[in-house]
């Protein structure tokens, strides 16, 4: 009924799995049947905390009470608090809210632009992004994304962008021109396949930004907020950008997104930029819940020594499975290179197991777990994958 339905009234925009989702609880999503699932794929890297995580009830609750939405208008001391929390946790000097990952990268490509011909008499305006990026699905991010199947039949996109090979800076610095405002790159890739950026080529990209003052811009909407292991995924390297856009984590599931600067990039003024919704008292009372507790030392702790429990049983089953061709990624950001072309029937095998998981470029299984899974809950999903490895004969 609700699949006969949704092929009927849904645009078809998504080739979903034949499941349909209706509770959650911590790990554990339950099907309409009432079949348990462990959940690996987390909303797509974003219920961090969980499904239903008390904190995350309770701000909703006690929010939606009092007030959820008044625009941009008037103040609203929420924002100031989660902002405030945000910059504080971060290098950012201030922030501007809205409510997904894309209009993020909006925001952040308007400003790079804004920097750029300020300062430089309409000059600059070209943003160079890397081959394999995903940014996003509106035109300004759907351009920065470097990967042709996103772009087909949208023709034209917009002008003044450029891609480049990643962990590449030979190739960025032969992009690099008198029109050029930014760099902009994802930390560790997602979409593209769990690829990292070498520390060494972070310093690089950071070095060519500063002789050029161009803005470096960390795309973190799926690095960011604890996932790797650290609130943010630019820590690792201590490579420190000008501008970071957040989104996926931060609400828990509830629709945010923000746009960080420092001093030097904080230059949008009064009608520069604006959006309706963005950092609702509701939102961002969410926000704060989330960044209560994942920003907290022993909660980053647990992630990284669970992410290196769980790439550790996956480099066990490497040793025993030739299917695995490399583990890749960080904290609990984790990627299975396959060694086949097509890895769709094991995402399917594990599902009908009780276990989902995705899969990036046909052969990269993804493993984003909520940041409160433990390691049994690692282990038992790691269980269920070898039994599918051992029926699929690899
Ligand atoms: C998911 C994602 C986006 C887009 O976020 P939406 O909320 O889907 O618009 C942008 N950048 C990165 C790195 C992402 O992973």
Redesign the pocket.
């Known amino acids: 009924m609700i699949i006969s339905e949704d092929k009927k009234y849904v645009m078809n925009t998504y080739s979903r799995f034949p499941i349909t989702l209706v509770q959650g609880k911590g790990t554990k999503v339950w099907d309409e049947n009432g079949k348990e699932y462990l959940d690996f794929v987390a909303g797509?890297?974003v219920n961090v905390l969980g499904h239903s995580h008390p904190v995350i009830v309770e701000a909703v609750k006690s929010q939606v009470d009092k007030l959820v939405h008044v625009s941009n208008l008037y103040w609203n001391g929420n924002q100031v608090q989660l902002a405030k929390m945000i910059c504080e946790k971060s290098f950012g000097k201030s922030a501007f809210f809205c409510?997904?990952?894309?209009?993020?990268?909006e925001a952040a490509i308007k400003l790079a632009r804004k920097y750029g011909n300020t300062k430089y008499n309409g000059r600059r305006y070209k943003i160079i992004t890397a081959k394999n990026?995903?940014?996003?699905?509106?035109y300004g991010?759907l351009t920065a994304t470097a990967q042709p199947k996103y772009h087909k039949n949208f023709e034209p996109l917009l002008e003044g962008f450029e891609s480049v090979e990643y962990n590449d800076i030979n190739s960025l610095k032969s992009a690099v021109d008198k029109n050029t405002c930014a760099v902009m790159l994802?930390v560790i890739?997602?979409?593209g396949g769990i690829n990292e950026a070498k520390n060494e080529y972070l310093q690089q990209v950071r070095k060519l930004c500063d002789e050029n003052d161009l803005l470096l811009i960390f795309?973190?909407?799926?690095?960011g907020i604890g996932r790797t292991g650290k609130l943010f995924a630019y820590e690792h390297s201590g490579v420190v950008p000008d501008v970071m856009?957040l989104?996926?984590a931060l609400g828990g599931g509830f629709?945010i997104?923000v746009l960080v600067v420092n001093e030097k990039a904080d230059v949008f003024t009064p009608g520069d930029h604006g959006s309706t919704f963005g950092g609702n008292p509701l939102a961002c009372a969410v926000g704060m819940a989330v960044m209560k507790n994942v920003a907290q030392e022993s909660f980053l702790n647990m992630v990284k020594e669970n992410g290196e429990f769980f790439k550790n049983q996956l480099l066990a089953m490497k040793e025993k499975h030739s299917i695995i061709d490399k583990v890749k990624g960080k904290g609990l950001m984790i990627g299975v290179k396959l060694d086949i072309e097509d890895g769709s029937d094991i995402v399917k095998k594990a599902m009908e197991k009780g276990l989902l998981i995705n899969l990036l470029n046909h052969n990269v299984l993804r493993f984003v777990p909520p940041l409160i899974i433990t390691k049994e809950e690692i282990a038992k999903g790691m269980n269920i994958l070898e039994e599918v490895f051992l029926e699929m004969g690899y």
């Open positions: 797509i890297a409510n997904s990952g894309t209009e993020a990268n990026s995903f940014h996003g699905r509106t991010a994802e890739q997602g979409e795309d973190e909407v799926q690095t856009t989104a996926k629709p997104g």
